[in-house]
């Protein structure tokens, strides 16, 4: 499973992606609010730092806006990705750039049936919100297990990116499932370093070390 991380903050990609771990970014206006900086160049500034896809959302809400952005967008690297919100202009923008071999994420997926759609209009990728669909009473991760069931079931090619990923579980959930790719906040990527059990065995080895060298 590919990991993506889940900010717009530089010096944290810049530093995650140091690790060679990190094999994509995605943000959002969000996420790009918290940059504090000219979207454009924070887009750029990401896309050099991280050679794998670089997510990067339209604002506008019409499909003639959405391709219009998602033009200029794609114009700033190669690697940049087209995150286009899951509406019906959502759609129609998505297939026009996916005929300019524009590639591009649906986002705010929140059922099956919105994945079935963004795959048939040709999306690269498909993110369901699983921490938000937590929030309001369900359970994210089953809407996941549905969209992968009914891709496999039409070899559709469209990869399955998990996203609103809010603690280490839902990677492994994820990842058991199969899913393509799991974007993940810094904080979450952090946590998914540590076991206790690392920390006890590391201090074990270095006292036991320092007792033999004082022998
Ligand atoms: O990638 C989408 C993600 O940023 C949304 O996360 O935590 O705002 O639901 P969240």
């Given at each position: ?8 903050i530089r010096d944290e990609i810049r530093r995650m ?104 209009a040709g999306a690269r990728f498909v993110s369901p ?23 496999a079931n039409y070899d559709f090619t469209t990869e ?56």
């Amino acid at each position: 499973m590919k990991i993506f991380l889940d900010t717009a903050i530089r010096d944290e990609i810049r530093r995650m992606a140091a690790l060679g771990i990190v094999d994509g970014v995605t943000t959002n206006p969000t996420l790009l609010k918290a940059a504090d900086a000219p979207y454009h160049e924070v887009i750029a500034d990401i896309c050099k730092m991280v050679p794998g896809p670089i997510s990067a959302e339209v604002l506008a809400e019409d499909w003639e806006g959405m391709v219009r952005e998602g033009r200029e967008l794609s114009a700033i690297a190669p690697n940049v990705i087209v995150k286009i919100p899951m509406t019906p202009d959502g759609m129609r923008a998505v297939s026009v750039l996916k005929s300019a071999e524009i590639d591009t994420n649906v986002t705010l997926v929140f059922s099956a049936n919105q994945a079935l759609l963004a795959a048939k209009a040709g999306a690269r990728f498909v993110s369901p919100f699983v921490g938000r669909l937590d929030d309001a009473g369900h359970d994210g991760m089953d809407v996941v297990e549905e969209i992968l069931e009914v891709y496999a079931n039409y070899d559709f090619t469209t990869e399955v990116l998990v996203a609103s990923v809010r603690h280490p579980q839902h990677v492994v959930q994820a990842a058991l499932m199969g899913a393509d790719v799991a974007t993940v906040p810094t904080g979450v990527l952090a946590l998914m370093f540590c076991h206790p059990l690392t920390d006890v065995g590391i201090q074990r080895f270095l006292d036991d070390w320092k007792a033999v060298r004082k022998e």
